[in-house]
């Protein structure tokens, strides 16, 4: 298909059984298919009806008006060879009608130019791995919201970033999270409002930037216990306790060293409700004897140079 026609006068056509001819009104031209490109068969470029409607633009009736489609321009997108690269923009280029399409920042994918001058595969606008739009310079994906999205226990390496389908959309949600454990089960992560029935609205969270619905990583410190020789240890130092939504900073510890049962926590946190040999304390201070013996370390110096 010629995609740069020149401009020719319409031969008139003949009407049947009249041995008279009229003049031809309607001009055609392919169809541009989804990767930017002219149909190349079963279709024309010029004058007449179409020979293949679905491949063909409907008859148009003035002078020339059968023209390429309007070209516009569309960022182009690039990642870089190297683990953990994100999509970035990188210059624009000059696309066709079928529009522009954009990624997400941490979209899959190999590395080099990203396709941008064509509309979106099946299931992946369905799903919000890649948006569509038209328009110059409409795929700036800064522009547009994207949100995690994952059910309300997953982990943050499962969750996927995905645009939002529907452009009225402007939130983020995600579930209240305490202590790695999300509160209610009716709110996951995604694009919309916490309006998912009184348990979401209950432990739901909202925010209004692209990929802003991440986990809480909110923590203090605690000591860890682990069990050895049938006896609680106490961990050497003290390590990060991710609280996330929860305002209660608190570490937990076994009530007797010596007895096993009653006491599966490990030190972060509030005491499981199943353990009754458990004992909540406040950040740094789950150590119990080796807290007793380090404050004893500090003073004895201090009482010996007093004496």
Known sequence: INTDPVSTSCPDTEA??????????????????????YEVTDTTWGCGECTAA?????????????????????????????????????????????GCRMPTPNAAGQAGEYESCKVCDGSAKTDGICKECTGA??????????????????AESALVTNFCTDDAMKQCKRPEISYGVALGTTVGYGCGDCTDGEDAVANCETCTESNCNSIPTDKHMCYTYTLKDAKWVVSEEMSDCVSGDDDKEE??????????????????GPCKS?????????????????????????VLPLLYIML
């Open 137 to 154: 310079l409409c795929n700036d994906n800064e522009k547009h919201l994207y949100c995690k999205t994952g059910d309300a226990n997953d």
């Open 274 to 298: 199943e353990d009754k040999g458990c004992k909540v304390t406040e950040p740094e201070k789950n150590a119990g004897e080796r807290a007793a013996l380090s404050l004893l370390v500090t």
């Open 251 to 268: 570490c937990n510890m076994p009530e007797d060293l010596d007895v096993k049962e009653g006491y599966t926590a490990e030190g972060c």
């Open 54 to 98: 679905e491949k063909c633009i409907t008859p148009c009736l003035t002078e020339d008006c059968n023209t390429k489609a309007a070209a516009f321009m569309c960022h182009k997108y690039t990642k870089a060879d190297v683990e953990g690269s994100l999509w970035v923009k990188d210059g624009v280029e000059e696309c066709e009608a079928s």
């Open 16 to 37: 049947a059984g009249a041995g008279t001819f009229l003049a031809e009104t309607k001009c055609v031209r392919p169809q541009v298919k989804d990767d930017g490109t």
